[in-house]
């Protein structure tokens, strides 16, 4: 049947996608500023200064915070530093929840090089952002975020209910993720060659595994465009604000949000 075709994909995707960040947990830092050329850490930096985490009226009030597919922390650990160094909240609290515990060892790993004050903000959750434990309660966080983590998931539709009910009323959904260079032709064209002939180049000379970077580069590529990826999120009950969505280097990366009414 359908059901039961969709069904083996997603179990099959789950399984591909397990071993990929499996594979490619100890060397995803360093590969992620090489095969970027750094500009990961610049779109990571405008992500959370777009949120200003930590900003509350009255000032320092408690906030919590669910990063998904949060891997090794770089989201959660700039979110940390934000409410502090920006607008002095220590109330802040950050989960960082992932279904690979091998990169969550890895985030746990670098959590212990962060200041005592963070490091007591944080904590770490193994779980599938399709079905999130009912410890994680109904209208219970301030801020929801997803960075390059969304394509992963075998069913985005599944995922984006779970966020529509972790969040309060008002709270925020935030993901930003790989996008579609489509509106620049010339630089399309470079982009792409860049990431079907360099990208899984890097991956096998660096990293010795050309696979994984090889089905990076391939969830990209059918990774939906700005507009429709907008369009599930507003179809999963999300309120979007004007276009929904901001470019980052032309679209190679995107930024969407949605607001729980
Ligand atoms: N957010 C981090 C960052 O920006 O550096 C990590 C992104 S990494 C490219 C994608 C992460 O998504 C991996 O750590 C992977 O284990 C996680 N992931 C994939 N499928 C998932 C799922 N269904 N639920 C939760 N996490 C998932």
Redesign the pocket.
Known sequence: THFGYETVTESVK?ER??E??TSV?ES??KM?DLMSMGV?RLW?DHFVSSLNPGATNPTGMPQRIL?????????AFRMLQHAHANNGNPNVHVTI????P???SVGKQRSLSLPASHQSSLSFLE????VLPSSLKDNSLDLY??????R????MPA?LREAYRVLKPGGIFAC?EFSKVDKYPIFNAIYKQWSFSAIPLIGQLVAGDRDSYQY?VESIERFPSQEEFRDMIAGAGFAIVGKGYEDLTGGVAAIHKGIKP
Do not use: C, P, R, W
């Open positions: 789950q996608v397990a990929v960040f947990a995803y830092d992620n990961h990571k990063d998904v597919a949060g891997g090794t922390g770089d989201i929840s992932d279904i690979n091998a990169m969550l779980a599938n952002a399709e975020t997803v960075a390059f983590g969304i992963n998931f075998s069913n995922a930003m990076l």
